[in-house]
């Protein structure tokens, strides 16, 4: 080894050390990107309600895992509003994220998870424990203002996840909704909130 670095001229010694030290140090602990400037913020603006608090390790659960169950519990639009508050707040938050960054958001497991759960227990809540008996009857007790915080999800999904995985979700829920196999395709989709015009709901 030392025959070899006797033949190597030092300066090319000296630069490959200093080279091999930076590509350490990038490897070690990345650049600062923008993206990565956004979801700082995104965090703690969502530190109360995505996550949990650091400075209570006690609580291993989130706010948003709270409301959630409790919303499922009740099933009602008492049980359900300050979840439906803080969703419509939370993506108010993600509307601040660039388009360029929006995929790599929706790739962090809070964000992720709190889109497609929220979404699919609006769609549970309007079906119901069995198929709706009349198109009118396919929103349960949602209202407008629910139903404008279900078309801000699946927009969001669609922008961040793209229209492939949209589809994908579709088809599983028209399978799993209770009842649903025994109901035709086409009668699942009309008595879904699938069919609904998000247009109706600016």
Not at 20 to 43: K, N, W, Y
Not at 109 to 136: D, M, Q, S, V
Request: some cysteine.
């Amino acid at each position: 080894m030392d025959r070899i670095l006797s033949i190597i001229p030092r300066n090319m010694v000296a630069f490959v050390a200093i080279a091999a030290g930076i590509l350490f140090l990038v490897l070690s602990d990345p650049p600062h990107t923008l993206c990565d400037s956004q979801f700082e913020v995104l965090r703690e603006s969502q530190k109360f309600f995505l996550y949990t608090d650091p400075k209570q390790p006690k609580i291993k659960t989130t706010k948003y895992e709270r409301l959630r169950d409790r919303c499922k519990l009740t099933n009602d639009q008492g049980g359900c509003y300050e979840l439906f508050i803080e969703i419509k707040k939370m993506l108010y938050d993600f509307n601040t994220v660039s388009n360029d960054c929006g995929p790599a958001a929706g790739d962090i497991k809070e964000h992720n998870r709190a889109l497609w759960e929220t979404t699919e227990l609006l769609i549970r809540l309007a079906w119901g424990e069995k198929p709706p008996e009349a198109y009118h009857s396919k929103f349960g007790w949602l209202d407008k203002a629910d139903m404008s915080l279900y078309c801000n999800l699946k927009e969001k999904i669609q922008v961040w996840y793209g229209e492939g995985a949209w589809s994908t979700f579709r088809e599983k829920m028209m399978r799993e909704l209770p009842g649903a196999k025994d109901v035709a395709r086409n009668l699942v989709w009309d008595m879904s909130l699938f069919s609904e015009n998000c247009a109706k709901y600016p």
